[in-house]
């Protein structure tokens, strides 16, 4: 249904049966594919701190595989160069100093021609490693891998969040791709449905089938109230009401840092979207666009959406509403995994009996969950087959470069 | 046993069966009694954005009667000084456009006396309100009144808070109270032992007899997994040792946000500590004294009590968890409500089925459910009286002018 | 003619063949003169970093005498308070550490009594030194007493200015004294008139007779070329025209770097002015007042007196031209001393051969010499007998605080 | 004798008779030559805000000669491409709305090769202009020619100062050119010789004989003191000694607003100098190389200049002394055009009866005529050709990413 849907993400769904191998390499492929539409320049330049250039995540993709496996299974193995391992480690304090992440736009050197080569390297030392363990792999590789891959479907995805901000900043306000489809509209034209969960004691986190961040774990047991859930995304035609009934004017509708963001921000509108003329208009992957009204709004701050549902009478869900949510209706709620993350009310924080890892891969999620919300589902920026119920994303409340919107939830008196 | 409360205390302790009427008017004096050993130049100086000049407190604490209640029970009343309903409103989007919270230094004027003289004013007006519903006082009267009682109490610790902030930055390091003995040791000399209170469904919240604030309710169940709790709070000595061991050079032991703020704020130690020459000294509300062991350790932000707790092998307990054990163990659990406050894990957020009052009274405590940490008990500055099992205290993850510290926790396995 | 004048400053002009020692003690005395309409509070907050508290310039003026004088020509002179070096120093490196500028406002101890002792103390030190070479001072203690008597009128000057800073900035908006007269209109009616002073070789800076800034030496010789000068203030009649020109909204009639403070500091008037509906209103010594349109304008940038001179068609005179001016036609021009200081182009730099003193007084005026703009002339705040044709003042290009205005000049071409 | 000036320089030596036509051709060449070393993303990414992208160079370059010339003089000229006015336009508000400085970064489109387009179309337009007027150029096509060549120099300058100041921040530290050479040695070993040249009443400005801007005109008397001029410059050798006797760490040798910049900026070494070690290295075009004693010191603010000034009881001259001295001495006075622009002590402001020119040609340099400081000379950056001794460049007193140093000078008393 969607453009890029049926021209490239067929490509890469990645059927859990297929080799690991096989997926290792078809997600590494994809990558490069996606940069595709990019100048070397377009993949050299940071537009915000948050968002780091296209070359950047290749860069930082490969050396996860070199840092975390190839070096330490490896023992033939020589870093492509030495330098890199400052240039690209992210934010893993165990794996010692590294460029700061505000200047990673700073890397005009190496080349994107470089981290190309770069990347062709570890792919070899990857080819290697499979050759080498072709009997049977460690359980450990195994798991490297698996997280290598779905960490690399993580920089996939930020791949074009980052870009858009990149190119939202230019006055020429480019195209990623003028075929890409991001704004489509809601499937169905029937009223919104509010769907009531059995709830009580659920479960709630990863069973441990397939794979699954540290984050989703341990599962565990929590107590639900009745609530209900609606089986729509909220539109960009419900936001021009909240729009026109003044509500980034008005005070009282919002939590008390939100207003202070409103406020600080200049917010008037979700994020990406210009006001020219009487017209609304929204940049998007695919360029500058008309504001569609049935489309999920996006790119709005945890603020907007708490803002936007205590104007219309609702709420939003918790993380665990969602969830339960989820699980028990896969086909009647809506644009689940497709459109934009759904903000939770939940903060990000440790499930009961969560310990991180030792070293390095312990950094990946924990040392995050303080000040952040929870958003579930997917966007339609996310890489097909990453996606899944109890997946958990997180962003600060004022985020807003992200494909982020929101669907209602209520309470049953 | 402490200075303060053989003093002071006791003349506030205010029992339950006194009347409303009587318990008032000790408090509006108990507020009064804490400015005393203030000069109006101390009264009148805001040290940082945060914390509120004095005179301002008791301004507003009195502007809360005033606009709450007296101008809408009392037809007949006529308010002080049209100004300063725009001087005192706190932050009551409501109640219309006040005077910026980081510019409160700037009221010399009105001056500490002409605020005393409203405070006569009003306190006048309480009077004739008690007089003119002298048979019966309406419900809703009596609501805000005890509103009114414990808003000003949060104020009288807020007093003393604000003050430590103000002198804190003075060169002269002055006492408030030569004689406030806030860094007591910890009374029991045995070993720290752990409580493991029952758990499983669980009633969280207030029972609704006597004051609660809203964010106390709806009282509920939830499910807990098996815990233990410290009986003892974490002490100087322990910091001392977390000190030494580099912890605020070990990015490894600290949450990313908490890291950042070690850095960008020069963390070496908890609020008001400075070392002079090889020793540790640390400013409190009698001035200058040496850092005491045995004392419990305050003015810690969440992010340090969070990475103390994991540089120990524990971790904070849950607000939940918290709460539950304090109705369990009364007794056992030590220094629950006299020393510090205690930071959970919990971000701050609405219960399940949380709705706010309508209109003003509706901001006390909803608008700020964001991006905030729960502490539970109580500090040596809160009012005696003003604490319970269910009060739930919030500040931001790096906020230390508070009296704020740490109980351990961990997991049964 | 002015109120101000008739009631307070006659009596502190002082005749330059009174006794140094009579001339000291009033000064001193006319310090304290000026606090009188000020609280305790009013005298101890700091609107901002430029400005100080009324209190610190009590405490500063006083710490002049006790660290340039006291202490080094009496022996047996005890200081009041031994930490009050640190809380009064100004800028004086060469003297110590001191208590940071922007934290001035932060000095509610020591109290304004404690200061007023001060005062007594240091006065009586005085008391003493003059008692003790009643034969004849040393040229040096001469030379000092001179120095801090000038400074201290100095100060007599920044109190005013910077208590108006205070109250501008409380929501009162209250009257340091109902009376004080600084909108009086522009004394002639007649249409302004040029003076064209003889130019060629001309002498600059002081000839050594009575006391002098060290920034007004050496006197020396400098070439000008033919101008006008304008013998009446720019007023606010001029400048209304200048506002409903849009030339706040104008990038084109700017410096680059005005243009830059106009946008980022959002003026759209001369400092102090507030649009109430349809009407322009200032703050002044006196309160809130309609802008007199025959007043001179005050208040105002260096920028902004630029951008106005080029919108007119004329320009800034460089400070030698006002000097050479002021002294060949003292009584022809008008305004000269008594309204508004007037922006000079000309930047703040040495006369050549200027070498600073050894030590802290050489601190006085050389470090300053940088990235400031000169202006002549004086203000209705100016101490009676503090003016001078050859005396500089100095200012950043975006200060505002201070009572700033223009005299126009042009080229004779 | 330098690598650089033997390579490359000669090839654009633009002898004055050449004709305008050859000479603008040259100079547009040599503009993209210099551009050779870099890939296009190093083209693309803005390391601060002072600097811009070479891309930006090279359009802005050629925006220049098409806004100001092929659009007024040929009727037919269409523009390359409408967006690129508001791209490339810098700061003439008279040429309206414009991307804001601090973005130039994000330009990843247009590409460095529609860039390049850019150049041949406008370089075609001028080739069209050329032939159009071959019998005579019209006097103002010719002015804004001559302009638009020396306006494309300046910009071959900051090419090089600007690539610095990216590659300085790249990990890698990459050499622009591994040849350049800028940190030759001082040419002689002799002792320094202080010139005294001729005073009185000088002629100052330049004469009209070929191309000059209009912030060096009108020419004009002045009146100058005796003073002595040093024959060279302040080595590296000097400044180690500086640093090693404390200056960094010394207030009183500073400047007030020199001694802020200090502390703020944690400034312990002149700009892109390193400490390695015990080593010092210093980040040039060339790559990263040990500081040489007997190079001029170069990339110091002028605060570092002043101090160092003070620190060795010298001063720097004014501009005037400057001119005065490189018209009387042009061979004695060594590396007064070669090595690094020398800070004098005069804020730029205009000379007596400057007046901009109407229209955007008119903000060349009026605009910028406050707040800086005047440097004379030239640096190994600056093209061949473009330097003489009139001519006044000019920076922020903390600005330290060109190439400054200073020439010494001291009062004949």
Redesign the interface.
């Known amino acids: 249904m969607f453009a890029r849907d049926v021209e490239v993400k067929q490509e890469q769904k990645l059927s859990p049966d297929r080799s690991l191998r096989s997926r290792l390499f078809e997600v590494r492929a994809y990558t490069e594919k996606l940069t595709e539409p990019l100048?070397?320049?377009?993949?050299?330049?940071q537009?915000m701190s948050d968002a780091s250039p296209t070359?950047w995540h290749l860069g930082h993709t490969t050396w996860f595989f070199e840092a975390f496996l190839l070096e330490k299974y490896i023992e033939s193995y020589r870093r492509f160069d030495e330098?890199f391992h400052?240039?690209f480690n992210s934010?893993y304090?165990?794996a010692g100093p590294r460029?700061p992440r505000p200047?990673r736009?700073?890397?005009?050197?190496?080349?994107?021609e470089k981290v190309s080569d770069y990347r062709r390297h570890v792919d070899e030392g990857l080819t290697y490693l499979f050759d080498y363990y072709r009997l049977e792999l460690p359980k450990d590789v195994i798991e490297i891998i698996e997280l290598g891959i779905n960490h690399e479907q993580q920089h996939q995805e930020l791949i074009l969040t980052d870009i858009l901000s990149?190119f939202a900043?230019?006055?020429?306000r480019?195209a990623y791709d003028k075929g890409y489809v991001s704004h489509h509209e809601i499937d169905s034209f029937t009223k919104p449905d509010w769907l009531m969960p059995k709830v009580g004691?659920v479960e709630i986190g990863h069973d441990g089938e397939g794979f699954y961040y540290d984050n989703e774990c341990p599962s565990?047991?929590?107590?639900l109230?009745p609530f209900k859930l609606c089986d729509q995304l909220v539109t960009n035609g419900d936001w021009l009401e909240f729009i026109n009934d003044g509500a980034y004017k008005t005070?009282?509708l919002?939590?008390?840092?939100?207003?202070y963001a409103v406020r600080s921000q200049n917010w008037e509108a979700p994020g990406y979207w210009e006001k020219i003329g009487d017209f609304w208009y929204q940049m998007t992957l695919a360029g500058m666009n008309p504001v569609h009204k049935r489309a999920p709004v996006s790119n709005i701050s945890?603020?907007e959406a708490?803002a936007f549902a205590r104007w219309v009478g609702k709420r939003l869900p918790t993380e665990f509403e969602w969830e339960v949510a989820a699980k028990a209706y896969p086909y009647e709620l809506k644009q689940l995994y497709s459109h934009v993350w759904q903000w939770t009310?939940?903060?990000y924080?440790?499930y009961?009996?969560f310990v991180p890892e030792k070293g390095a891969v312990g950094?990946y999620n924990g040392?995050?969950?303080?000040?952040q919300y929870v958003l579930r589902g997917a966007s339609h920026a996310t890489t097909l087959g990453h996606s899944r119920a109890t997946y958990r994303n997180f962003f600060y409340?004022d985020s807003r470069w992200q494909f982020t919107g929101l669907r209602l939830a209520e309470?049953i008196?």
């Open positions: 100048s070397s320049e377009d993949q050299t330049v537009a070359k330098t400052f240039c934010y304090e165990h460029h200047l736009g700073m890397l005009t050197r190496p080349s994107a990149l900043s230019n006055p020429l480019p004691i565990h047991v929590t107590l109230q005070p009282t919002w939590l008390s840092d939100g207003w945890y603020y708490e009310t939940s903060s924080a440790a009961p009996g950094e040392k995050f969950m303080c000040n409340a309470n008196t």
